[in-house]
C-alpha cells in the first residue's frame, strides 16, 4: 500500500511536470505564432515601405532630371545672352569709334574752313509789312537781320559743321520760317513762295540731317537758342521762344543763341496764322543766312 502510494504520488509530480512543460510548450509555441504573425505583418510593411521609397526614389529622379535639363537650357540661354552681349559691346565699341572720328574729322573741317571761333552767323530775314504790295506785286516786306553765335566747337563739333557747311552752300538762302508755338518758331528748307524746297540738295551732299544725335548739358535750350528738330536731327531747326531746357534736356542738339535782333523772335511769332492756330499766313522768308561778325556784318 505504501508502495502505490508512493508511486501515485510521483505520478502525480510527473504529471504536474508533464503540465508545466505543456504550458511552457504552448506558450512558447503561442509566442512563435505571434513572431511569425509579426514577421509577415514586418514584411508587408517592409514591401510597402520599399514600394513607397521606390516611388519617391523615382520621383526625385525625375525632379532632377527637369532640374537637369531646366539648368542646360538656362546655361545655353545664357551663352547665348553672352554671345549676343559680347556682340552688342562690339557694335557699340565700334560705333564709338565711328562716332569719335565722325567729330575728330568734323572739328578740323571747321577749323580749317572757317576758323576757331567763335562763330557768328547772321539771317536776313523778309518781314511782312502791312497789307500793300511792292511793285512787283508781291507782298511789301521789310528786311531786318538777326545774328546768332554757335555753340563753342568743342561741344558740338558735327551739329557746328553740318549748319555752317549748309550755310556755306546756301542751303537755308529762301527758306522760311513758317510755324509758330507757344515755345518755339520753327523753320523749314522750302519756300512756299517758289513752291519748292532744299531738302533734296541737302541729302545729296550729306547734310540734311546728322549721323548721330548730340547733345551735351553745357549748351542747354535756354531761351532764343537753336535747336535741331527731328530724330535723326534735321533738317528743320527751332528758336525757343522760352526757356525749354526742361522740355529739350536730351535728344534735340542745341547748337547756337541769338545775340542781335532778338525783338525779330516775337515779331515773327506775333504774326497772323491760319486755322490752325500755328502755320503762319505769310512765312517769313530767310533771304540768306552767312558768316559774320558779332555786329552782323558779313565776313568774306
Excluded at 574729322?105 to 552767323?121: C, I, Q, T
Excluded at 537755308?172 to 522750302?190: C, K, M, N, Q
Excluded at 531747326?237 to 531746357?245: L, Q
Aim: charged content about 30%; glycine content about 6%; hydrophobic content about 35%.
Amino acid at each position: 500500500m505504501y508502495t502505490l502510494d508512493r508511486q501515485l504520488g510521483r505520478t502525480m509530480m510527473e504529471l504536474a511536470d508533464l503540465e508545466v512543460e505543456y504550458a511552457l510548450a504552448k506558450s512558447e509555441i503561442e509566442v512563435t505564432l505571434a513572431t511569425s504573425s509579426d514577421i509577415v505583418r514586418l514584411k508587408a510593411n517592409s514591401a510597402a515601405r520599399a514600394a513607397e521609397l521606390s516611388r519617391d526614389l523615382n520621383l526625385v529622379w525625375t525632379d532632377l532630371e527637369k532640374e537637369r535639363l531646366a539648368r542646360d537650357e538656362l546655361s545655353r540661354k545664357l551663352e547665348v545672352a553672352i554671345q549676343s552681349e559680347l556682340g552688342l559691346k562690339e557694335a557699340k565699341e565700334e560705333a564709338d569709334r565711328l562716332k569719335i572720328s565722325i567729330l575728330m574729322n568734323n572739328k578740323r573741317e571747321v577749323l580749317e574752313k572757317f576758323g576757331p571761333g567763335p562763330h557768328y552767323v547772321t539771317f536776313e530775314l523778309e518781314l511782312p509789312e502791312g497789307g500793300g504790295s511792292d511793285s512787283d506785286g508781291s507782298p511789301h516786306a521789310a528786311i531786318h537781320k538777326m545774328t546768332v553765335e554757335m555753340a563753342p566747337l568743342n561741344l558740338m563739333p558735327h551739329t557746328i559743321h553740318v549748319f555752317l557747311q549748309q550755310m556755306h552752300r546756301k542751303l537755308w538762302d529762301g527758306t522760311e520760317f513758317f510755324r509758330v508755338r507757344s515755345h518755339i518758331l520753327l523753320a523749314h528748307p522750302y519756300s512756299q513762295r517758289e513752291g519748292k524746297g532744299m531738302s533734296v540738295k541737302m541729302r545729296e551732299v550729306g547734310l540734311e540731317t546728322l549721323q548721330f544725335r548730340e547733345h551735351t548739358y553745357k549748351f542747354p535750350h535756354t531761351k532764343h537758342t537753336l535747336g535741331l528738330s527731328g530724330n535723326p536731327s534735321g533738317p528743320n531747326f527751332y528758336i525757343n521762344r522760352n526757356d525749354n531746357s526742361h522740355h529739350h534736356d536730351v535728344g534735340d542738339p542745341c547748337f547756337a543763341k541769338v545775340i542781335r535782333g532778338e525783338e525779330m523772335i516775337e515779331r515773327m511769332s506775333s504774326l497772323p496764322t491760319i486755322d490752325d492756330g500755328a502755320t503762319l499766313e505769310r512765312p517769313v522768308v530767310i533771304k540768306s543766312v552767312y558768316l559774320s561778325t558779332k555786329e552782323g556784318r558779313r565776313k568774306n
